[in-house]
Each structure stands twice: as structure tokens, then as C-alpha cells.
């Protein structure tokens, strides 16, 4: 064998290698996935091998840690859920309205000072949030409704709602703001020569184009608000409250799996396996939620031919 | 109701919307609600930092006391002793408890009496801060009786940089989570960082379009949106559970953290192979390189400005990150630094969630400075991404 030959063999032995150490590491995302689908998983059917599941997604009534403790999770999903509609009403009209003034009104200078502080916004970790909600706003809430009147808690899902909103705003301004600023020039011109306002333009024009795109964004708000943590451990209730008052405590899915996981139960007591049904049910929702986000921002990018998204 | 005025000129001219007027108004409401929703994200991060500097700027300064400390074997064998009776509840319990050591350092001191800068009690700092504090009447007639004769002074507080946590509140530090926080993000980097790259070239150079890359496509773009707690249930079960690696410890939390950072890593590691043009690859078959030599030596260096900033962003988001790691035991009262990345520990955002659920008000205000150093190190990790970014931006 000449050298040639030899040296030749060696290097399709080495790209084979290099390639074959490549596709493993792309594989380590799918086994990530499967290794957060299974850990949860299992462990879940440890939990409704001792519990009902049905009571576990209809009972009312969630008592761990006594004797004949009891698993209903429906005034978990409630608090989660009223505390997600705080969130939302928040983040939905602030980060669209940035979004179109972003887009569509901000000269480039003025975009290029007001992005940054959005994505300030973005980078603050959720634990400062947290200490934000809980240190600072709920004493404004209990104060506001105290002087209209009402009674709040101070650990009330109103404060934890807002600050969430709050933090869900950039990712719901930021995506936006590219959705909408890649809807074709062309559609506004021929809006304009119509004789159409800029308001209505946007109005009628713009925002139903990019209608996908802010679905898709308020989806993925709405995901990450379902699995926000630690501003609702730090600024909501643990108590299970089945209300709709807004100014009560309440707890939701991610403060119960905290607080079942850091209790002194044993790991294969109901009251820590519980920890995982929940998780389980959290992630089953959001990959819903983020699939629809994905498949719809999908549509939009296959209509109007982007790429930047 | 909007009051039209027709005049003659109007009333000739075929293109006059009557409805004109309203529909220009409405126009600019429409303008000033999205500038309103801006300004609001404005305000609110205006408010949000003068709301905790406001806060965490005291904590960078504590009280000390001047008084005159006896050492001797009485004293060091119990240091309540050593500061006369009266004194002994307006200084840190925990500065009394370190006297022996002190001795130990300075043996002169031995057999001596010294007019000492002693550390305050928390609640005389606080009291001296016009915050909330506990203390007998007695015990602020001491107070303001010292502070008179400037026997109380106001110094910058090292202790708040140099210490691990503590159950004495003047006393808890920031230092050993700080350490923490270095072992656990080098782990994190030193996983996410090659897989992520590798992953991104395999997508972008090597893969075919076909099922399995698709498959894994969506797969990264979705474990980018799964809640961050939900990793912490898998580093749990997997890494604790299944491998047996220790609770509270770096390496876990590292690993778990890079699996979250993956996703980052990846999506702007493909950007920025992305970007480079294929008449580079191109140049470089002509050349007779094969794909791993192309690939190596002109375009990863080429797309390297914009993979580090995507790990920088990565970095400075798993810093910030605490729900998984309260779930794989990250919040243990850790009151001196790991020295081995299996060793128990804690990170920066796990001690801030620990202080702020104290009771003692002196705590809020170390959160609160916490808080601002944790933002300042993040802020610059992001600024040095963007001045990256700007350095090394190639327009081809």
C-alpha cells in the first residue's frame, strides 16, 4: 500500500469519527427531552398507583402531610390559571403596543436605545422578580386596596400576576416586533395609497398579517407564565384557595412541586410523588402550548418567505 | 361628538372624507397608546432598580463600634467577657464568637486591654439606618449616648464580600455562593459549551434534510420553552437518583444547567454558522480540503465571534437561574465556600431566594445588595456579548 493510500484510509477514518461524534452530540437534545419525559413520567405512575387519578384532576380538596391526606389538584390549576390571566393582561397590550411602536412609529436611533432596555428587561433573573413582587408591590397592593376599601393579603395573586407580566412582556414584545416588522413593505404602501391613516393601517393591515406571529408569541407567554417559579414561591400563597378574588392567596403548580420536593416527606411518599403528577401535567400543557407556537410561526415564515425569525 | 366646520372650500373638494378629522384622531390614539405601553416598560425598570438600590445601598455599609476589649484567658475561653456587661447586646455576637481566633492570629494582644473597632449587632446598624429594629430602650440610650461622643462609625462592609452565609445576620456574606456560583457555571460551560457547538455544526454542515433533523430541530426549539423547574425534576431523578452524584453539589446543578443552556448555545451557534458565505466553503473545496478541514479551519473560526457571544448570553441566563436548583437541594445553608465541585453548595440567586425569606430586616437589605451585584455581573456579561458582537461583526 503506498502512502498516498494509507494516509488516505486514515482520513475517512477520522471524518468518519469526527461525524459520528458530531451526531452524538446533536443527540443529547433529544435524550434530554426523553430523560425530562421519563424521569416525570415514572415517577408519576408511582403516584397514581397509590392515588386516584381522577380525583387528582377533578377532587377539590389538596391536604398532604395528614392522615388520609387527599390529592385534588383543581385549586392548584385554578390559582395557576387566575395568576396566568393577571400575567397576561399585563403582557399582552404592553409588549404588542412596544412591539407596533418599536416597529412601526421609532425612528432606527430611538429603536436602537429602546431595544437594549427591553432585553433588560428580559435578562433580570425571575428570583429578583420575586424579591420584587414580594418586598415591593405587594405592600403597594395591600395599601391601594386597603384605601379603596378592600382587603388584600400580602401575599396576593394580584402582586405575583403583575410582576409576571412584567416579566413576560419582552418575549412577547421582542418576537412580535420581528413578526410584524417582516410583513412585506409593500402591503402598507399599497394601504397608503389607499388612503388609509397609519393607525388604520396597522389596524387592519399589518396586525392581521402578522396575526400568526403574535398568537405564537402570546402562546409562548402564556407558557412561560404557566411555568414561572420562583416569583410565585416567593411572592403567592401555598395555600390551595379555590377563589377568583385576585386579592386572596393562592398557590399554583410550580409552588406546590417546590414545596413538595423540599418537604422532609420520603421520596416515595404520595405527598413527593405528587411533585411529579404536577410536573407532569405542566409539561404535557406547555409542549402543547409551545408546539401550536412553533407550527403557527412556521405558517407565517412559509407565507411571507422569512428567514430571520 | 367632533364639530365639522364646511366651509366652501371643503364643500368643492370631491375628495373630502367628512370622517377625516375622527379617523386622524383615532390614528394618533392608537400612536400614544403603544408609546404609552413602551414608556410604561420604561418606567417600570426606572422604578424597579431605584427601588433596590434604594434598597441594597445601605447594606454596603456597617456600623462599628469602638470599645474597650479585654484579652485574656478568661475572655477567650467565653468572649462575652471580653467587653464590658452592658455592651455585650449592642455587639456582634458573631465577632465575639471569632475572638479567640483573633488572639490566635495576634498572640501580643494576649493579656491586654484595647480600645477596639468592634462589629455592631445588626439591629444597632439597622436602628442607626432608620429602619426597623428591635431593641430595649435602655440599649438606645447606649447607642445614641456612643453615637454622640463618635465613638460609632460607618465603615464599608468587606464582611458582606469575604463571608459565606451566616445565621447572624451582620455577619452573612455573599463570598461562598459567589464561589459556588464559579465551580457550578464552569461545569455548566465546560458540558454546553462542545455539545452545543457540535450539535449546531452537524445541523448547519453535516446533517442531510431528512426526518432525524427535523426531529431534532424541534426538539431544540422546544426545550428551549420548557419551564426551567421541570429540569430541575430530571437533574433529580437522573443525576441524583440514577447516578447517585450528590445532592446540593456543583456538579449537579452544572449539569443540569447545561442542559438548559444547550438550546441557546445551539440556536445562535447555527446563526452564526449561518452567516458565513458559502464561497468560503466553496474557495475552500476548490482548494482540495475535505469537509472536516473546511469546516474546522475556515468556517468555525469565521462564525466564532457570534458562537461566543450566543455562550456568553447562555452564561449570563443560567447565572440568573434558580427554580431547578432549589429543587436538587441548591439552597442549603452553606456558611463556608465548596472546595470540590462534589462538595455542598450554593449559588448567588439560591442565597438571595434564602435572604429574602429570613425574618430579620437586615437581611432584606443584603438581598436587596445581592441583588445589585448579581445584576452588575449579568449586565456585564451582556455588554461584553454586544461589544463582541460590534468587534467582530463581519458584513460579507
Not at chain 1, 413538595?260 to 401535567?281: K, W
Not at chain 2, 461562598?176 to 457547538?197: D, E, K, N, Q, R
Not at chain 2, 420548557?226 to 446540593?248: K, Q, V
Request: proline share 5%; hydrophobic share 50%; net charge positive.
Amino acid at each position: 500500500m503506498s502512502t498516498f493510500e494509507s494516509r488516505k484510509k486514515q482520513r475517512e477514518l477520522n471524518e468518519k469519527l469526527i461525524k459520528f461524534a458530531l451526531i452524538a452530540a446533536a443527540t443529547i437534545s433529544i435524550l434530554t427531552t426523553l430523560g425530562i419525559l421519563f424521569s416525570i413520567l415514572f415517577e408519576a405512575i408511582e403516584f397514581f398507583k397509590l392515588r386516584s387519578f381522577w380525583y387528582f384532576i377533578t377532587g377539590t380538596e389538596w391536604s398532604p402531610g395528614v392522615v388520609g391526606s387527599k390529592f385534588g389538584a383543581v385549586p392548584i390549576f385554578a390559582g395557576t390559571f387566575v395568576i396566568t390571566i393577571i400575567a397576561l393582561a399585563v403582557a399582552i397590550p404592553v409588549g404588542l403596543g412596544s412591539a407596533i411602536y418599536m416597529s412601526e412609529y421609532a425612528t432606527p436611533t430611538v429603536r436602537d436605545y429602546l431595544k437594549p432596555i427591553l432585553e433588560v428587561l428580559a435578562g433580570i433573573p425571575t428570583v429578583v422578580y420575586g424579591f420584587f413582587a414580594a418586598i415591593t408591590v405587594a405592600p403597594m397592593i395591600v395599601n391601594a386596596a386597603e384605601s379603596i376599601g378592600l382587603e388584600a393579603t400580602f401575599n396576593s395573586a394580584l402582586a405575583s400576576g403583575i410582576v409576571m407580566g412584567i416579566m413576560i412582556i419582552p418575549v412577547i414584545s421582542s418576537l412580535s416586533d420581528d413578526v410584524i416588522r417582516s410583513v412585506p413593505d409593500s402591503q402598507r404602501k399599497a394601504a397608503f395609497g389607499l388612503g388609509m391613516t397609519h393607525g388604520e393601517t396597522i389596524r387592519n393591515i399589518v396586525l392581521p398579517s402578522a396575526m400568526p406571529g403574535i398568537i405564537s408569541a402570546s402562546l409562548l407567554g402564556l407558557s412561560k407564565a404557566l411555568g414561572e417559579t420562583m416569583i410565585v414561591v416567593m411572592a403567592a400563597g401555598l395555600r390551595p384557595n379555590l377563589s377568583w378574588n385576585p386579592l386572596e392567596d393562592m398557590t399554583t403548580v410550580t409552588v406546590t412541586i417546590v414545596n413538595s420536593l423540599v418537604g422532609d416527606f420520603e421520596f416515595s411518599s404520595p405527598e413527593t410523588l405528587s411533585a411529579f403528577a404536577l410536573g407532569l401535567v405542566l409539561f404535557v400543557v406547555t409542549l402543547v402550548l409551545n408546539m401550536i407556537s412553533l407550527s403557527l410561526i412556521r405558517k407565517f415564515k412559509e407565507k411571507y418567505k422569512v428567514n430571520t425569525l | 361628538m367632533i364639530k365639522r366646520k364646511k366651509n366652501k372650500k371643503q364643500e368643492n373638494n370631491p375628495f373630502y372624507d367628512p370622517a377625516l378629522k375622527a379617523r386622524h384622531a383615532s390614528a394618533s390614539r392608537f400612536k400614544k397608546f403603544t408609546l404609552s405601553s413602551l414608556i410604561f416598560s420604561v418606567a417600570f425598570l426606572a422604578f424597579f432598580l431605584f427601588d433596590i438600590i434604594g434598597k441594597g445601598m445601605p447594606a454596603f455599609q456597617i456600623t462599628y463600634i469602638k470599645l474597650d476589649v479585654t484579652y485574656n484567658e478568661k475572655t477567650i475561653d467565653d468572649s462575652r467577657f471580653a467587653v464590658e456587661k452592658k455592651y455585650r447586646t449592642i455587639v456582634s455576637r458573631a465577632w465575639l464568637r471569632d475572638l479567640p481566633k483573633l488572639v490566635k492570629s495576634k498572640p501580643e494582644l494576649m493579656n491586654t486591654t484595647q480600645s477596639t473597632w468592634v462589629l455592631a449587632d445588626d439591629q444597632v446598624d439597622q436602628y442607626l439606618k432608620g429602619h426597623h429594629y428591635n431593641m430595649k430602650d435602655k440599649e438606645i440610650k447606649l447607642v445614641d449616648e456612643l453615637n454622640t461622643q463618635g465613638l460609632i462609625e460607618s465603615r464599608f462592609n468587606s464582611i458582606f464580600f469575604t463571608n459565606g452565609d451566616s445565621k447572624i445576620p451582620e455577619y452573612a456574606g455573599l463570598n461562598s455562593a459567589m464561589i459556588g456560583s464559579v465551580l457550578t457555571l464552569l461545569i455548566t460551560m465546560l458540558v454546553a459549551f462542545p455539545i452545543g457547538v457540535m450539535t449546531a455544526i452537524y445541523l448547519e454542515e453535516f446533517a442531510d434534510d431528512n426526518r432525524f433533523t427535523r426531529f431534532i430541530e424541534v426538539n431544540i426549539n422546544n426545550l428551549a420553552a420548557i419551564p426551567s423547574i421541570l429540569f430541575g425534576l430530571l437533574g433529580l431523578a437522573i443525576f441524583i437518583n440514577l447516578f447517585g452524584l450528590p445532592r446540593s453539589s456543583p456538579v449537579v446543578g452544572g449539569l443540569t444547567l447545561a442542559l438548559m443552556t444547550l438550546p441557546i448555545i445551539i440556536v445562535s451557534s447555527r446563526a452564526a454558522l449561518r452567516a458565513v458565505p458559502d464561497s468560503i466553503r466553496q474557495a475552500g473545496y476548490g482548494l482540495g480540503l475535505n469537509k472536516i478541514q473546511v469546516t474546522k479551519d475556515h468556517v468555525l473560526p469565521l462564525a466564532f465571534p457570534g458562537v461566543l457571544t450566543g455562550s456568553i448570553i447562555g452564561l449570563a441566563q443560567a447565572m440568573g437561574e434558580t427554580a431547578p436548583l432549589i429543587i436538587i437541594g441548591m439552597i442549603a445553608f452553606i456558611p463556608d465556600a465548596p472546595g470540590s465541585v462534589m462538595d455542598a453548595a450554593t449559588v448567588m440567586p439560591a442565597q438571595l431566594f434564602t435572604w429574602a425569606g429570613m425574618p430579620e430586616r437586615m437581611y432584606i437589605e443584603k438581598t436587596a445588595a445581592g441583588i445589585m451585584v448579581l445584576l452588575t455581573v449579568l449586565i456585564s456579561l451582556n455588554a461584553i456579548a454586544i461589544y463582541l458582537r460590534k468587534k467582530f461583526e463581519v458584513k460579507w
